[in-house]
């Protein structure tokens, strides 16, 4: 099992620590709902380094990630930040990802652990084609997600360049507790604001140290990946295996936003997409609330009033924002509107659940 | 962890309080600990009568869940309905307030095969 820079960081905090994605990670410090409501209400620090980084560069970046991304790469320019999908060739996702426009010319995606070597694989065989110069830093680089409304007021405090009024889904390289070259983005997968802060290995104690001391004044805390999951669910943002997958496309995933089908970029399942839009999806990624009590989790059935088979749970939890169990969930594309009436088989019990928009939190 | 030394413990970590021929039945506070944030007890066996080790229901944590056996053969009672305003009860105090079910012991015998509170605590290290 890999682990992080900080390993040893979390058990001396008290970190109940469990393998995810092949890596050794805290799952809580003092509870999940305590962490989760501390990251909406303050400012809280998610160690991400097992997040994988690819750097994409020189004059054959641009056509290799258009072909191999779902979103529009040329509407990205320096400094902006994306969200985008690997489409699979076969009407499924390779993965998820965040584009970084560092400059002109050189991007950082940055991909889940879980895929991390499935990701390099698949976009170095792309590359054959294009040409680019690709790297995976993925091993060199740690990470960490601060979040919470405090966040950039209090990592302000480590650097003269102004971070405290970055666009959301923006970038920077900046000086930071004193060490050059790190890179700062206003992304996160909390909504509850923030930044996402990478860093070489080496400079990643200094890096921990530097943030939970200008972070004390604002009662800064760490918190796992418990929470990390509770907060993104309450988002209905996306996770790797259970909303998306190799089988499914993003069209299908609510994710038609980040897909663009625009003249100037052919991609890797373009047409296969632009079909099931023309002809009717597969199936259908919806968010819903339970009515009735219960609690939903990855794999229950969804069935309609008459007990017919119409779907299958992708997340579930109780929310401890919005204090309501919701999840999300595959079904037919005839009961994936808003409003629809489903049941989750739980124990062989059907319990009434409704369709919803997302996010379930709206702050 | 301080275990009350006038409970009986179960290897799935439920603890059982005899009184004459009823008894309490709750969750160890290892037990609680290990699943986390509780968020909401599903009882559907009241008014059965059950063997030992059997199902009496399920708590639900906010990351799992895990099914709850009965350590004695009874006749489920009474749920404690407190839990479901507020199953985190559990969490803070689980071998008073945070009971969970109340039995009818069918054979109170078997209560003496479960372990005490030194046996548990050997048993969860």
Known sequence: MKQTVFKETHEKLGAKMVEFAGFYMPIQYEGVSAEHLHVRSKVGVFDVSHMGEFTVKGPKALDLLQYITSNDVAALFPGKVQYSCFPNGNGGIVDDLLVYNIAENDYLLVVNAANIDKDWAWVSKQNEKFGAEIANISDNISQLAVQGPLALKAMQKLTDANVIDMEYYTTKTITFAGIPNIVFSTTGYTGAGGCEIYFKNEDALKVWDAVFEAGKEFDIKPIGLGARDTLRLEMGFCLYGHEIDDTITPVEAGLGWITKFVDHKNFIDKDFMLNLKANGMRKKLAGFEMVERGIPRLEYEVCDAEGNHIGIVRSGTFGPSINKSVGTAWLKPEFAKSGTEIYIKIREKLVKAVTVKMPFYKG | ?125
């Open chain 2, 1 to 125: 962890m301080n275990l009350p030394a006038n409970l009986k413990y179960s290897n799935d970590h439920e603890w059982l309080k005899m009184d004459g021929d009823v008894a309490y039945v709750g969750i160890t506070a290892f037990a609680a600990n290990e699943l986390g944030d509780i968020v909401f007890l599903d009882i559907t066996t009241v008014g059965e009568t059950l063997e030992a080790n059997e199902v009496f229901g399920t708590v639900e944590a906010v990351k799992t869940v895990s099914d709850l056996m009965l350590p004695v053969g009874g006749e489920v009672l009474e749920f404690n309905e407190a839990l479901n305003d507020n199953p985190g009860i559990i969490n803070n105090d689980p071998y008073n307030e945070g009971w969970i079910v109340k039995i009818k012991v069918t054979n109170p015998a078997e209560a003496d095969a479960l372990m005490d509170a030194a046996a548990y605590q050997a048993f969860i290290g």
